[in-house]
């Protein structure tokens, strides 16, 4: 569970840590403390995409609700801005989901229609109340947008070029998110006319039996068979999202995995470790195996697989060709401006960050959707951008606010050979990136 705890939790752990790890002068007994700082933040983490956590945030007055809105809007003229829309329906609930989705009920179409007509309603709202933007990405994602029938997926896209067609920047990436076993040919053809120009598919495993144990509906045939269908429509730019660390999987089988996908034609491949949420189906049926030493040494071998194939690796878990990188998530880890059209999310815009409603039945028929807002100072700001950050390669000093709010932390970092310092900017170390969720929860 997020809430204050998690903070005073992490919070207590790491002040006893750094406070031994200045005592000790022996390197054996300081690597064996590092060990015990990795093993306490896997087995009691959560997924953590923002700072400060939700529960710090101020609630939204009725009173001044549509100032507030209007302000929030305001913050994002003129700027280049990143759009994500979300589609909370999936086919089935994964066993390593953690987040909130809604699997196929009778009402399939009607829920359909209702959804997207509310997404359109959110849309009117923020394009006509400000009066320019500049619009860098647009990610249709979270959880299975390619469960929409043809029609709503055509219906959603183009009345976004509708809206914002005249904001686009020339270099536009606009990215639909798919399930090999709902991406049809129709499909992809109505993505190709309406200006979607990248596809990015969840795969996870291609080894059958390991599909059907997450819960999974497709085979290792689906998948080749839509790479090739996006690839003979000329979807140059393509994506699979593949995880290791699978209670079921082992070496052998994460080691094949990784050889069909490093051959396939795409330009861009996620590799994820396992995480374990409390809320997923494999940490309630306690299938969480003490694999936590063989996934980090399975990311030493998809690093140097990856990059013996030409992938360069510009996040922990991202690789492209090319250095085509994927422009949303990387706008989102660098502290850009992002504006997310669902419930239960939340937007940022360099001066504040803002929540919606979570419960899909109240988001859908209340107006006022903004639930609590968050004002950055520049402390939190900077944590802010670490706590992201965490993923990349390079900080550049230029984006800290107040580099002596967090020096401690950093001058720390540093000694630990995690983190090295030159003039204009932070490099993280390959230690660094390897360990980024120890490091991310050292900031929170």
Known sequence: MIDNNYNERFRKFFTKFFDNYKKIKNQEEKDFLFKLAVNFVEKNRDFVIQYPLVTYWEEVKKENYNEIKLNLFKSYEWKKTSLYFHIPFCKTKCTYCNFHIIVWAKNKDLMQKIYINKLKKEIDDFSENINDIKIDTIYIWWWTPSYLDEENIEDLISYINKKFWKYYLEDLEFCFESNPDSLTKEK??????????????????????????????????????????????????????????????????????????????????????LYYYEESIIWKKQETYDNIESIYNFYDEVVETLTKEWFKQYWREYFCKNWEIHKYHNNHITNKLFYWFWHSSYSFSWKEAFYKEQDLNEYLKNENNIKKVYYYNDENFDRRLFVLWMKDLNINKVNIKNIDSIKHLINILIEMKLLKEYKDRYTLTYKWLKYQELLSHIFI
Do not use: C
């Open 188 to 273: 992809l053809q109505i993505l190709k006319n309406n200006k979607v120009n990248r596809i990015s598919l969840w795969v996870q495993s291609f080894d059958d039996e390991i599909i059907k144990k997450i819960n999974r509906t497709y085979r290792k045939e689906d998948v080749l068979n839509v790479i090739n269908l996006a690839k003979s429509i000329w979807f140059e730019k393509l994506n699979i999202d593949m995880i290791y660390g699978l209670p079921w999987s082992n070496y052998e089988n994460m080691k094949k995995d990784l050889e069909i996908a490093k051959s396939l034609p795409i330009n861009h491949l996620t590799y994820y470790p």
